[in-house]
């Protein structure tokens, strides 16, 4: 059984960081894509940033240049920098990933909240 494990959130300033952590543990084989999400209330989920195995990396417009994505293969962690963080950055984040076989596990979502 896979289990992730998100750290980090919290209650923050407009112009303020966080990190975000998921540790993977249990049985999990080979990840290939990590990934972390977010939805703010009344909204759908959206992909925020996901980084390969490869190290290659995608994020949403909304973040490019104040996020970065990171993970640390030996530990099975990713990490998420969001810095200069504003209000429409509330949400709650989720990590997710995807094995090298298909199989695809979420984490239970950690509430980010940019508030003065």
């Known amino acids: 059984q896979v289990q992730l494990v998100e750290s980090g959130g919290g209650l923050v300033q407009p112009g303020g960081s966080l990190r975000l952590s998921c540790a993977v543990s249990?049985?999990?084989?080979?990840?290939?894509?990590m990934g972390w999400y977010r939805q703010a209330p009344g909204k759908q989920r959206d992909l925020v940033a996901a980084?390969?195995?490869?190290?290659?990396?995608s994020y949403a417009d909304s973040v490019k240049g104040r996020f970065t994505i990171s993970r640390d293969n030996a530990k099975n962690t990713v990490y998420l920098q969001m810095n200069s963080l504003k209000p429409e950055d509330t949400a709650v984040y989720s990590c997710?990933?995807?094995?090298w076989g298909g199989g695809v596990s979420w984490g239970q979502g950690t509430q980010v909240t940019v508030s003065s």
């Open positions: 980084i390969a195995y490869s190290g290659s990396t």
């Open positions: 249990g049985s999990i084989g080979n990840i290939n894509v």
């Open positions: 997710r990933i995807v094995f």
